[in-house]
């Protein structure tokens, strides 16, 4: 192939470069001798990640795609069944209700954490080096515990008898509540440790994005007499619209997947009301030995938030114009 | 994702200075004051709002079993006793479970290092056949919800026999495409002179990778390190799947286990969710600098 593309200009060539087909002498052929080495040493530094992809993440992918049109258990052969398992899915109150729940749910999370980053973000980069220290590392050490050690922590702290959060609201004369076991305060109630989980990284992304604007603009808008608001709603907020779409949508696809808090702390009671999505898939898994079913719930769900991923991906890619 | 793409990672206490206005006139008089007490305020609240459930799992360690649920409530135990911390750790399971979950997260740590950077350094600097083809291979799984494959990937591990082995829990998630993406990011920062400068005193692509990438690399490491471990020591869905031998569990799964079977002994169990964090927190304030300062968003502006 390069060869003859390569044979064309070859009046400057020597006689026996000509013969060769090749303009001149050398390097050409050390050139391809570099690209088959570097080829061979490629493919020997790719093949661990790209076999390791294949096994446990594409191949799992296509498996998936497959069963979710059989009817098939650990036993027994499968057997087509068409879009059965997907009729059966979308025809399933229990599930469209836990989505429906997910969504509810994203939107409990997910303002909080924007609201308490942004409001991090806006105090941190007016103060001075050491108490920014501080406060990031603070605000990032729940990042770094287990959803099974939160779970542990605020199901004790929302105990009816003897926790924290009954004695705090009794000072104020609220009766005692059972927190989780309420059907109208559960969700709520795990909203709180997916905030605080989550609360760590969404704030340092919007310190780093709110730091990357530049000084010229605010320089400006004092000279102008602007205030604190209208720095805040004029400069930052327009100039940080990428930053915001982005925790917006990643809080929002790791909202509705949330999954170990419910497992352990409600295991989707009081009356499914903490049932989300992915708990709700797990648990049919666990119990059904025919999982063309689950698979199909988990592929309509990967559907759902994947467009979106790819929304965000698509956005932010285009619009890498707004920065000054 | 894009994310965390450090090019330099900053120290921690460098974000936020660059832009910073210059202050002063702002600090005077009597509405200076006020400002500078709200933020005092507000910053206490914050940092009291994110530590204070781990302050009181801490304390709640130091409670004899009754009093972390006693009534009326108290933050702070009548008597400190060490009882709970030394029972855990005398508790034969809890040690073991400690020691495998840190032998498995230091053996994944490792793997994902070598495999991401390995795959990382081809698609940084090296040229070859169907290259752009590879990238898109590798780059779509990062957009795959573990739910979606959570099923299959059972099935996968149980027809290569490898349930209830150290090997599931570190080969299936050793390779990552985040990962990856993050440490290609780092290496196409890196000035070509340097490679070139390799390549005329006759050193091969691997020679390069070896002696001037792998030594260049710390930075990045750190925070894949830190990241790879975390997610194996935090993991509980999956040793809960495909683990069932007492002698293989994993630490979140024990303490979950202890929460179901001993769930009089809440002091015992504080204590000991208090040990398995310890571990990870050292960790992370050991390297914070680099943690935080990898939390850049080249990529996303």
Request: charged share 15%; proline share 3%.
């Given at each position: 192939m390069t060869q003859t593309v390569q044979a064309e200009p070859t009046t400057l060539g020597t006689a026996a470069a000509r013969r060769r087909g090749r303009p001149s002498g050398k390097q050409p052929r050390a050139r391809t001798g570099m690209n088959a080495r570097s080829n061979k040493m490629a493919y020997l530094m790719l093949a661990p990640v790209v076999i390791l992809l294949t096994i446990f993440v594409?191949?799992?992918?296509?498996?998936?795609?497959?069963?979710?049109?059989?009817?098939?258990?650990?036993?027994?052969?499968?057997?087509?069944?068409?879009?059965?398992?997907?009729?059966?899915?979308?025809?399933?109150r229990t599930f469209i209700e836990s989505v429906g729940r997910g969504l509810l749910f994203a939107v409990m999370v997910v303002p909080v954490q924007l609201v308490i980053a942004f409001l991090f973000a806006s105090l941190v980069r007016t103060v001075s080096g050491r108490v920014a220290t501080l406060l990031k590392v603070s605000i990032y050490i729940p990042t770094i515990?287990?959803?099974?050690?939160?779970?542990?922590?605020?199901?004790?702290?929302?105990?009816?008898?003897?926790?924290?959060?009954?004695?705090?609201?009794?000072l104020f004369g609220v009766e005692k509540q059972a927190w989780l076991g309420n059907v109208a305060t559960a969700l709520p109630a795990l909203a709180v440790p997916a905030i605080w989980l989550g609360l760590g990284i969404c704030s340092l992304i919007m310190l780093a994005g709110m730091v990357d604007i530049p000084a010229t603009y605010y320089e400006a808008a004092d000279l102008d007499g602007a205030n604190w608001f209208q720095k805040t709603f004029f400069v930052t907020i327009p100039l940080m619209k990428n930053i915001f779409l982005f925790l917006l949508i990643t809080g929002f696809t790791a909202a509705v997947q949330q999954f170990e808090l419910p497992l352990v702390m409600t295991d989707g009671g009081p009356l499914e009301r903490t049932l989300l999505p992915n708990l709700y898939i797990f648990q049919h898994f666990r119990n059904d030995t025919y999982v063309g079913y689950s698979i199909a719930a988990a592929i309509l769900l990967m559907v759902?938030?994947?467009?979106?991923?790819?929304?965000?991906?698509?956005?932010?890619?285009?619009?890498?114009?707004?920065?000054? | 994702m894009a994310v965390d793409t450090p090019v330099t990672a900053p120290a921690i206490s460098e974000i936020g200075r660059t832009t910073r206005r210059p202050r002063g006139r702002r600090d005077t008089g009597a509405k200076g004051v006020a400002v500078l007490t709200g933020k005092i305020a507000a910053g206490a609240l914050l940092v009291l709002l994110a530590l204070f459930p781990l302050a009181w799992m801490v304390i709640a360690g130091f409670k004899s079993r009754t009093e972390v649920v006693a009534t009326p409530f108290q933050f702070f135990p009548e008597v400190w006793r060490v009882e709970n911390y030394q029972q855990i750790l005398a508790d034969p399971e809890f040690v073991r479970s400690m020691s495998v979950t840190f032998g498995g997260a230091i053996l994944f740590t490792l793997l994902s290092?070598?495999?991401?950077?390995?795959?990382?350094?081809?698609?940084?600097?090296?040229?070859?056949?169907?290259?752009?083809?590879?990238?898109?291979?590798?780059i779509t799984t990062m957009f795959i919800p573990g739910m979606a494959i959570l099923l299959t990937s059972f099935v996968v591990v149980t027809r290569l026999r490898m349930l209830d082995t150290i090997a599931v829990l570190v080969i299936p998630g050793a390779a990552s495409a985040a990962h990856l993406f993050f440490m290609r990011q780092?290496?196409?920062?890196?000035?070509?002179?340097?490679?070139?400068?390799?390549?005329?005193?006759?050193?091969?692509?691997?020679?390069?990778?070896?002696?001037i990438f792998l030594p260049m690399s710390k930075p990045v490491f750190v925070v894949v390190g830190m990241t790879s471990f975390l997610a194996f020591w935090n993991s509980y869905v999956w040793p809960i799947m495909t683990i069932t031998s007492r002698d293989l569990y994993q630490i979140q799964q024990f303490l979950?286990?202890?929460?179901?079977?001993?769930a009089a002994e809440l002091g015992m169990l504080m204590a000991g969710s208090t040990l398995a964090a310890l571990p990870v927190m050292i960790l992370f304030l050991v390297f914070q600098r680099h943690i935080i300062g990898g939390i850049k968003i080249a990529g996303l502006k």
């Open positions: 594409v191949w799992p992918v296509v498996y998936a795609v497959y069963l979710s049109f059989y009817n098939w258990s650990f036993y027994t052969d499968p057997i087509p069944v068409g879009w059965r398992n997907y009729m059966n899915v979308l025809g399933d515990v287990s959803g099974v050690i939160a779970s542990i922590i605020f199901v004790l702290i929302y105990n009816y008898q003897g926790g924290i959060l009954n004695a705090f609201v009794g759902v938030l994947g467009s979106i991923s790819a929304v965000i991906f698509r956005v932010l890619n285009s619009e890498k114009a707004v920065d000054g | 290092l070598t495999v991401n950077s390995l795959g990382a350094y081809a698609f940084a600097r090296l040229e070859f056949a169907f290259k752009n083809v590879l990238w898109v291979y590798v780092y290496y196409l920062n890196v000035p070509m002179a340097l490679e070139e400068a390799a390549t005329l005193d006759g050193a091969s692509k691997w020679g390069i990778y070896r002696h979950a286990t202890f929460r179901s079977e001993r």
